[in-house]
Nanobody, 122 residues
Framework: VQLQASGGGLVQAGGSLILSCAAS????????MGWFRQAPGKEREFVAT????????YYADSVKGRFTISRDNAKNTVYLQMISLKPEDTAVYYC????????????????WGQGTLVTVSS
């Protein structure tokens, strides 16, 4: 599975962005997907995850109520809708996939995209 993240950019605090992660391969619908982020000088942290069916989602407390993860298995794409962005959301955002169930642990994921930079100005 190859993953290509896109949609990052510069946005003012309070603004919104939608990140996309396009996956190659015909088995996308069997993978749980996750979004992680890494801010400068910090470790990679969990943001959100979604089950293969899209029925199960889970969020980090820091983004709950502001971010929404979704997927379109027909398009082999997972999305991260982000609203009410804060400067502390500034980071490189990575999508990842794993064959087993959803997880908030980065080490559980098998494949990673290259990351897309989100910068939130105050």
């Amino acid at each position: 599975v190859q993953l290509q993240a896109s949609g990052g950019g510069l946005v003012q605090a309070g603004g919104s962005l939608i990140l996309s992660c396009a996956a190659s391969g015909r088995t996308f619908s069997t993978y749980a997907m996750g979004w992680f982020r890494q801010a400068p000088g910090k470790e990679r942290e969990f943001v959100a995850t979604i089950s293969w069916s899209g029925m199960g989602t889970y969020y980090a407390d820091s983004v709950k109520g502001r971010f929404t993860i979704s997927r379109d298995n027909a398009k082999n794409t997972v999305y991260l809708q982000m609203i009410s962005l804060k400067p502390e959301d500034t980071a490189v955002y990575y999508c990842a996939s794993r064959l087993k169930g959803s997880s908030e642990v980065a080490a559980d994921y098998d494949y990673w995209g290259q990351g897309t930079l989100v910068t939130v100005s105050s």
